[in-house]
């Protein structure tokens, strides 16, 4: 044995003495017995992360208390930080309302979610779970749970693809739970929106379920990444047309036309529609990831973000 | 969705009958026919509207009757124009999205695919007021009024804009063809109809709706419409003569790609308060009696504006049943079977008393007050005519309507309408003295004609147009007897006033003689007797 194999058990032995000084277990059968040596344990799956148990969030009490508390907290405190105006609910018309969605929106700020809790019509707001960074909303017990409870959360992996948090964001869909999801992964980084990841169309596809295309203007400037305090501003949440995949088409090109829509929205928000029609069809849709520059450059192509797209006053350098 | 709607249906009335429910303005009156010799129409159920009307709607465009596909009619410079029908349809207006909105949304998707720059959205509003941003929002929805109006492109035709209107000829029967100068000059005119009932749409659309008083004469007078069986454009001269000015628009060389939509009778609801007022009596739940009696005495309490916002707020959930687009006349002739799908019932011969009980709009009071002229004409002008074959009541027959006739009146809205009832009816009701002697005062008054164009009043000749509407069933009908309505008023317009149906079935054996056969026309939810 060599002598670097010696340091490493004397250090794992030490680290579980000072566990179980830390920890006292309970003799077996109170305490669970240790596993033979020689013997392969079974792999612990954990509680944490993308195995955090959510299902106690849908139960009749834990819907209940969520309702309360988008109605008396959440919709006020949007009220007041975000002041939404919701435009193209017309467009949920066709949507069958006992069949289940999977709502897709751009991600800015943590006020998103509450946001659009508040903005999904009903019935299907009531019924909506949301899918959430595993490695972010469920690395402790504590936030986890509020989560779930809170905005109704279920882990999704964002690291990796993980088959379990797919697996249940599907039987979730088959239960009629609709389904709220950022696809680009996590709040935007530097104000542009950021490449669509593809579990929304798979899911859909998987499920045979709608997705609603929505965009959000606006939330970034209320609560971006990297702050802690949030900024009133106002907002608009637009809703698109629902899309249905082709029956040929490949789960890549479905989520391509997703983000071309949310795109198309984000024009229409910062133009008009017929402008935003006109520049889809051409192809010319102002892109939503920002131009493939030097990151002040892209800072700069942004803009001042208090203001609409329309009426953009470049920051610097002042000419 | 799985119900499976049942037809109309013609009761015979006997003992066992519950009262029947008629309209009566903003409220409702139960009453009790005669047994044995009265009979109720009731319209069908509503029809199940389109699974997919927006995959409805493309279709309709990339597959018209008798044109090119959309599509292949748009081009990158050309001047579209795309008109609409206005206020006065449907009615009640329908919940968004409306029709118009989910139609003109998917033409200007395609307008903006070929590349089209030069768009102008207009509502053909004839001689109707103005529609107001909020009326348009309503019918276009927020995406089109947002993209439009502030830049001009969305506004309300102006029939009395010298600059605006151009004449394209004469008919073989040498009635001018007056038409919005946009339209005429567009290399593509794309109009969407709700074809309500079967008077709406095919040539009428662009014919009256695009035009003006100048060509409107023609066709909206006493001697034409004594001729019309306005439900049956076959059977009409008001038709006739719209068609031939249609035939003199083709020949200018306009394009018109006309797109016609029919809507279900879903008035009321399925389910909900004011469902009861589309269900059988008989058939009533608890639910339904208790819903019927909350709202029967709470708006007999209410004070009227209160009354008047329940209505005026009642937005129809109604479902498109059909959509086809393409040549006008080929078009039009589809929209009428479907038309006909929903709203025919057959009935067995005409009848000696016809009793309507008249709700609280027409299509000339919509956010406004129903006066009593137009309660005249919804009466005589659009329920008389709800029949295809003969009228349901019989030539010298009494017609009973039932409605308050309040002579109340919209000062924005209905301007000459007032000055007609309190300058013209004192002194004539006759349709052809007032045609001869007031016409043209009223539609060339120069204030009348001010606020037609900057606020949003009917057209001074307006209250004529709708006199005239009404003439011919005044002049079939032995006597018109209206229950429970404003005595003074009634009696202005030459009507018979009575306080109860009972008063009026026993006035009525005046003129038709004792124990006179009855029929009641359940209506609304639309219907339409196919009597033989």
Known sequence: MSSEEKLRRLANDLSRR?????????????????????????????????????????????????????????????AVLARPTRTGLDRLADLPEDEPAIFVANHHSHIDTPLLLT?????????????????????????????????????????????????????????????LIFPEGGRSKDGWGQEFRGGAAYLSQRSDVPVVPIHLAGTGR???????????????????????????????SFGGRIEAAVATLADESSSDWWTARQRAHAGDSPSMTGPEVASWRRSWALGDPGRRAGSRKQRWPYV | MSRTPRPGLVLQVDRSTPPILFHHG???RLEKLPAGRSRVIYPGEPLLGLRNPDLAIRDALEDPIDSEPLSA???????????????????????????????????????????????????????????????????????????????????????????????????RHGEEVQMCKRAAESDLLVYVNINLVTMNGGWKSTATGLSGYQALR????????????????????????????????????????????????????????????????WEWTARDRAAFVTMHNGLKVMPPKARHNVFKNWRAPYEMTSIQAGEVEAVHEKTIEHVHAQQLVPVEGQTDVLTLGLPY?????????????????????????????????????????????????????????????????????????????????YAEDEWYRHLYRTSYAYHGVHPLYMWYWGARARDYAGKVIIVGGDVGAVRRMGFTPASTLQDALEMATDTVGPKPSITHLHNPPYVMADVT
């Not at chain 1, 013997?39 to 954990?46: D, Q």
């Not at chain 2, 909020?134 to 439009?148: N, V, Y």
């Not at chain 2, 068609?243 to 016609?260: A, M, P, T, Y």
């Open chain 1, 18 to 78: 000072a566990r179980s000084a830390l920890h006292p277990q309970l003799p077996f059968p109170y305490g669970p017995a240790q596993t033979p040596k020689g013997v392969e344990s079974v792999a612990k799956t954990g509680s944490k992360g993308a195995n955090f148990d959510t299902d106690w969030a849908r139960r009749p009490s834990a819907r209940a208390a969520r309702g309360a508390l988008v109605e008396t907290m959440m919709r006020p405190a949007v």
């Open chain 1, 119 to 179: 903005s999904i019509p009903e019935p299907w707001r009531r019924d909506t779970v949301v899918a959430a960074a595993a490695d972010y909303f469920f690395s402790n017990r504590v936030s986890g749970a509020a989560a779930a409870l809170a905005l109704g959360a279920i882990p999704m992996e964002r690291q990796r693809s993980a088959r379990s948090t797919a697996n249940r964001a599907a039987e979730l869909l088959r239960d009629g739970w609709s389904l």
């Open chain 1, 222 to 252: 209320i609560l971006r990444k990297g702050r802690s305090m949030p900024t009133p501003a106002s907002t608009t949440v637009n809703f698109g047309y629902p899309l249905r995949p082709e029956p040929d088409e490949t789960s890549r």
């Open chain 2, 26 to 28: 903003e409220g409702f």
């Open chain 2, 73 to 171: 009619l748009l081009t990158p410079n050309m001047k579209l124009t795309i008109a609409f029908d206005d206020i006065s349809l449907p009615l009640p207006q329908m919940q968004r999205p409306d029709i118009r909105q989910r139609i003109i949304e998917a033409v200007l998707d395609q307008a903006a695919q070929a590349g089209v720059d030069d768009v102008h959205i207009i509502a053909a509003l004839a001689l109707h007021r103005r529609m107001t941003d909020d009326e348009l929002r309503h019918a276009l929805g927020d995406r089109i009024f947002d993209a439009f109006s502030p830049s001009g492109h969305l506004y309300n035709l102006d029939a009395e804009d010298p600059d605006g209107m151009v004449v394209l000829g004469e008919t």
């Open chain 2, 218 to 281: 023609h066709h909206h007078n006493v001697d034409t419409l004594a001729k019309s069986d306005l439900m049956d454009h076959h059977k009409s001269e008001f038709h006739d003569s719209n068609w031939r000015q249609g035939e003199v628009i083709r020949n200018s060389g306009l394009k018109i790609f006309q797109i016609e939509t029919t809507i279900n009778n879903n008035t009321f609801g399925l389910d909900g308060p004011m469902s009861v007022l589309q269900k059988r009596e």
């Open chain 2, 361 to 441: 709009l027409t299509p000339y009071n919509v956010n406004s007050i129903m006066n009593p002229i137009l309660v005249m004409c919804l009466g005589l002008g659009y329920f008389f005519h709800l029949y295809r074959g003969k009228p349901l009541v019989r030539k010298g027959g009494v017609i009973i309507l039932s409605h308050p006739t309040t002579p109340n009146f919209h000062p924005v809205h209905h301007p000459s309408y007032i000055d007609f009832y309190e300058q013209v009816l004192p002194e004539t009701t006759d349709p052809v003295e007032i045609a001869t002697k007031y016409e043209k005062l």
